[in-house]
Structure formats: structure tokens, C-alpha cells
């Protein structure tokens, strides 16, 4: 009874100390009053802070967005000149044998010469001859030995076809050279501006949607190069790193989340897995060029080396993204499958993993997002050849987007500035397509508890 | 373990036939120690309640009863804890199918992001005890009877679980536990989380599910140990202080802190 008459007392000494407490407040003066104004004031300020970051950041983007799309765009469009060609029989089958492999040896450019002759006839000296060849590509042979083996009937006909341009004429055309300049600081010269405006006024110039962007590899000719031998060279090295980095990345991550004792071994694992994810990516080069080519002689410029590479790179990304998304698990439904009886694999399975994978593919997601714009540890494998051939399989020589568009950028040709730009955009789709793929994977997988 | 000292004993632990008995169990967490020497038999068929101050090591024995405690980093476990007289830390013991026959449910309603059905179709799932889905059907049926929650649920048994009601949430993780055909039911303070005509659906429930289960409870309320059990432990300061038939603890505590806990003076 003496614990109870104590208590009493300590309450009645609490009721003393709060009646203290208790001074009215004048919820009316002015210093309360400016007290309000001031806390208005800082939180409109932090609105206004906030609202300019975001502007500055979109501001940032539209800028970029708009200087490569008005430098691309273009890309997308090639040049084609009208001319009539004349499949003589005396170049293409001079013996009449009708055999495709003779056709397809036959010298197609003599025909496009002889067209522009044609075309041109006053033209005589040497030196002109050899730019008015300019006009058309080299590549526009190829096109014409095509449409002859598709159709061997066209030998001994006159057909006007539409020939794509060589690339000097192509600038012109697009109005990246400025025919009014001194004639000494341009690509082409007075007459050749001549013959394009003669073209020009024949209706004989005219500029088509450039699928050969979108379906060849790389060349030296800017109007035949094409992005597509570095989307396949991308796609097969994305193929190899995620293979590797995403079974190797999440059962590292659930073993050091679920199963690893927490001792000093798993403390230094784990800073030295968040160290791994800041090493810098030429690094990852270096020791790609020496344990993959120069120990294992895996072949050069391959894409299953580009592959391991930047599955090295990737990995830290996922493991740190898994084991977030692992953590991120309720531990009650952990107790609730061990309480049931499960195992702890059967834990992890069951139910960890399944609740995590939104955020474990997100993450892997993001880290191959980061994999298909890297560069550098590429450069060190050598997969920064000229490659013209598209690679039909991860150990074939290929190159992927970002170090296309090094190349391309690096290259004297004004109309590799637009094929770079366009190369950019075309990248920037994929990340964004990749990206998009993250967000709906996430929104799929989604489950509440 | 038969050759546990009784003089130890600070109070009367001991019944006839228990089904799980503890004697001179100590816990550490790492170096802190969190049960001291307790000794506590659990008898069959009745509901045993654990009550006593916040951190006094009432959950933590309780989780000692289905080794739950393994899963915490650090934790030793020093004494003997029996299950039908055999030793539940012996090396020879499977953990997971111990945890198949010592049912668990927790605080916090914690049903699998599933549907309802999945939800309590599951242990038996994993521990392959059927053989067909028309088995499994009916298990999961009785078991729904059985927590009392088949006549609200059963127009909706796919539909996801997280959409009920707490109370009946915490009335399917019960269906859930009992779906393994479980002898020892543990609760860790099963209504602390429900409203208070939830707490007395479930409290029925406890009542009904004695004929077939062993029920240990934990529980804040000391209202609801001397609805729900026969034999009530009191807990103080990691020490069992004071165990005894319910109505004898609430009535005629023998010691002081049990008397001043039940009092309301101080926990």
C-alpha cells in the first residue's frame, strides 16, 4: 500500500509542474503573425527552387533533343538522281550465257558511267568526267546488278532509274553546302554545282526515305553506311551480359541477403561489390583485353568478349539493385513461410523473390541500359573496328551504337555529322524503349500486401 | 532432459502429460540475456497464456517453442525444450517439419500476396500432404470452417487475401496454421492489431480450436488470458514469475509482482 500512496503523490506533483506549463498563448500577436508570414515565405521560396531545378533540367533536355534531331533528321533522307541507263548486253553478258554468276561479275558501274556520259555529253576532259561520276555513288552498282539478277529480261533495255547520289551531292541537295561560298572553300566545284541544277530543273533530283540507314552495316561512303551491323553487334553483346549478369546478380544478391552469416567476410564482400560499381568502366576494358584476349584468346572484337566485359560492369549495378529490392520484402511474410514450415529456399523462392523481381529487373534493366551506352571498356577489346559486315553470331567481329557513333563522329565526311546525330537518336530510342520496358515489367509485377 | 532438477522451479511448472515442456531455458541476444532459467510445461489440449510487462521475454520464449529464434543472427539458446518428450534442439530434429507440427501466428496479419485459396492451400503444398486437388479443396474448406471464415470468404476464394479485413486476415493466417494439421498452435499476441469485435470472433475462435490444438497465446490483455486460457504464466524481467491455473493466477496470485501486475500498478 505504501507503493500506492507514492504513486498518488507523484501525480499530484506531475499536475503541479504541468499547471506551470500552461501560459496562454496569444494565437493573435504580431509576433506569432510574422512568425506565419515568415514559414509562408520559406515554403513558397522552396516551391520556387524546386520549380526552377525542374525547368533548368527540362530545359537541358529539349536542348539536347532539338540539337540532335535537327542535325539527324536528315539522315533519314537520301538523295536519288533520275537517270537513263541502259542495260547493254555487250557489258553485262557479252557472251549471252544467261548465268547469274556472269552477270553478277559484270562491270555495272561502266553502265552508270556510260549513263552519266548520256546524260552529260558535253562533259570531256578527264578530270570533270571523274567528278561527274561523283553524282552517283559507288554503291549504286550494287543496286543495279540486283535488280538485273532479279530480272534477267532487263539486258538490252533502256530503263530510267533512280540511282543514289554520291554524298557531296547529297549535302548539296540537303543545303549543308553553300553553293554562293568562294568556289575554293567548297566540297564541289562551279560546274558540278552546274550539272545539280540542271538536274535539279529536269525534275531528276529527289530525296527518298533512307532505308539503307536502318538495313546495312558501316562504310566509308557515308550515303551507304548504315546503323543496323551496330544495333545486331549491340543486341548479341546485351545478349551475353544479361545471360551472365542477371542469374549471376540476383543469387549473389539473395545469398548475401537470405542465407550470408553477418560476419567481417560478408562486411568486406559487400563494401568491396558497392566499390565494384564505382570502378570506372575503362578499367573493366583493361582487364577484359587481358584475362579474355591475351589468357583465354577468346577472338577480338567479338561481341561475347564485349559481352563478359560489360557483364563485369553490370553486375555490382544488379546486385545492389537486387538486394535493395530483396530487403524490401515484409519480413512477416518471411516468418510466415518459416512459420508454415517452408524452407528457407523454398522462402526465397516462393515468395522473396517473387515479391522483389519489379525491382530486381528494374535495376537489371537500368544496368543494361548503362551497358548499351558504354564505350570505353569496348575500345580496349578491340571492338572498335570498322566492321562493314552485319555479325551473324556473338563471336563474329561486330561493333555496337555508342562506339558507331565515336566512329562516325571522328570521321572527316560532312555527311557523317548527320548520320552521327542520327546514329545518337536512334540509341537514345532503344534506352528510351528499354526504359519503358522497366517501367511496365515493374507495373506488371507489382503486387501489394 | 528427464534429469532436470525440479528444485530450481520457481513455481509450479510442472502438469501431467504435457504436451511441450522447458526447463532451465536461458536466451541470449548476442550478449544480452533475455530468459532466465525458465521452466514451463504447456499441456495438451488447453490454452496456456504467457502474459507479463513489454519485454519481459514472453514472444521470445514463445518463438523458443518453434525454434523460431534460429532465424535471428546471434541468438544462443542454453536449457531443453521438449515436444512430446523429445528434444526440439537436437541435431537429429528437422527444423521445418518441427515448424509443420508447431504451428505459428503472428502479431501482425501477414497472408501471402495470394489469393485466399493459395493462401491456405499452401503448407500443405509444401509438405505434399495430398495427393489430389479434390484432397486439396477439402482441406483448405475445413480449415476455412475451422477459423470460422468459410461463410464470408467462400464466393471469393481467388480473389486476393490482402483484401480482407484485418480480422479476418488474421482469421486466415489461423486457417492457414491449422490448414497444416498442426499439434501445437503458438500466437504472438493475435489480436493486438484488431478491432475489438474481431478480437472476440477470434477469441471464440481460440475457445473452439482447444478440442483439437495445444494453444500457446501471448497476450497484453489481461482480460483476454482469463477468457481464453486455462493455465496462465506470468512473466517478469525475463524470469517465469509465476505460473498456475488462470483462475487461480486472477484470483489468488501467491506472488507479490504477479498481484501487481494483474492490479494494474505497474507494467
Known sequence: MTDMASLMEDRAAAKVISDNLRKPVDWDSPKIARNIKKRYAAERRFK???????????????????????????????????????FDPAVIDPERTGDPDVIGRANFDALIKQALRDRFPDVTSRSDKRDLYGIVS??????????????????????????????????LNKGYIDPTVDEGDRRLNDKEVAWYNEL?????????????????????????????????????????????????????????????????????VE????????????????????????????????????????????????????????????????????????????????????LAMPGILTGTIIGMAQALGETAPLLMIGMVAFIVDIPGGALDPATVLPVQIYLWADSPERAFVEKTSAAIMVLLAFLVLMNGLAVYLRKKFERKW | ????????????????????????????????????????????????????????????????????????????????????????????IDVVQLRARIGMVFQKPNPFPKSIYDNVAYGPRIHGLVNSRDELDEIVMTSLERAGLLKEVKDRLQSPATGLSGGQQQRLCIARAVAVSPEVILMDEPCSALDPIATAKVEELIDELRSNYTIVIVTHSMQQAARVSQRTAFFHLGKLVEVGETDQIFTNPKDERTKGYITGRFG
Open chain 2, 1 to 92: 532432459m528427464a534429469a532436470v532438477s525440479q528444485s530450481a522451479m520457481t513455481a509450479e511448472p510442472s502438469v501431467e502429460n504435457p504436451k511441450m515442456t522447458a526447463r532451465k531455458l536461458d536466451l541470449f541476444y548476442s550478449d544480452n540475456q533475455a530468459l532466465y532459467e525458465v521452466n514451463l510445461d504447456i499441456p495438451e489440449q488447453q490454452v496456456t497464456a504467457l502474459i507479463g510487462p513489454s519485454g519481459c521475454g514472453k514472444s521470445t520464449f514463445l518463438r523458443c517453442l518453434n525454434r523460431m529464434n534460429d532465424t535471428i543472427d546471434g541468438v544462443t539458446i542454453k536449457g531443453d525444450v521438449t515436444l512430446d518428450g523429445r528434444d526440439i534442439y537436437d541435431k537429429r
Open chain 1, 200 to 268: 535539279v530543273a529536269a525534275g531528276a533530283v529527289e530525296k527518298q526515305f533512307h532505308t539503307r540507314f536502318f538495313t546495312s552495316g558501316d562504310s566509308r561512303e557515308p550515303e551507304l553506311a548504315g546503323i543496323w551491323g551496330a544495333a545486331v553487334g549491340s543486341f548479341y553483346t546485351l545478349l551475353v551480359t544479361l545471360a551472365l549478369s542477371f542469374p549471376i546478380g540476383v543469387l549473389a544478391a539473395v545469398y548475401l541477403e537470405e542465407f550470408a552469416p553477418k560476419n567481417r567476410f560478408t562486411q568486406i
Open chain 1, 138 to 171: 559507288g554503291g549504286a552498282s550494287y543496286d543495279l546488278r540486283e535488280r538485273v539478277l532479279e530480272n534477267p529480261s532487263l539486258i538490252g533495255q533502256t530503263r530510267t532509274i533512280w540511282l543514289i547520289s554520291g554524298d557531296d551531292f547529297d549535302m
Open chain 1, 48 to 86: 520556387s527552387y524546386g520549380l526552377v531545378a525542374i525547368c533548368l533540367a527540362l530545359l537541358a533536355l529539349c536542348t539536347l533533343a532539338l540539337s540532335i534531331g535537327s542535325k539527324g533528321y536528315s539522315a533519314f533522307y537520301q538523295t536519288y538522281v533520275q537517270l537513263e541507263v541502259t
Open chain 1, 271 to 354: 563494401v568491396n561489390i558497392n566499390n565494384l560499381a564505382a570502378v570506372p568502366s575503362i578499367v573493366f576494358g583493361l582487364l577484359g583485353l587481358e584475362v579474355y584476349l591475351n589468357v583465354m584468346h577468346l577472338p577480338r572484337s567479338a561481341p561475347v568478349v564485349g559481352g563478359l566485359t560489360l557483364a563485369l560492369m553490370t553486375l555490382p549495378t544488379i546486385i545492389i539493385a537486387s538486394r535493395a529490392a530483396i530487403k524490401a520484402v515484409p519480413p512477416s511474410i518471411r516468418q510466415a513461410a518459416l512459420g508454415l514450415g517452408a524452407s528457407p529456399v523454398q522462402t526465397v523462392t516462393h515468395h522473396v523473390l517473387p
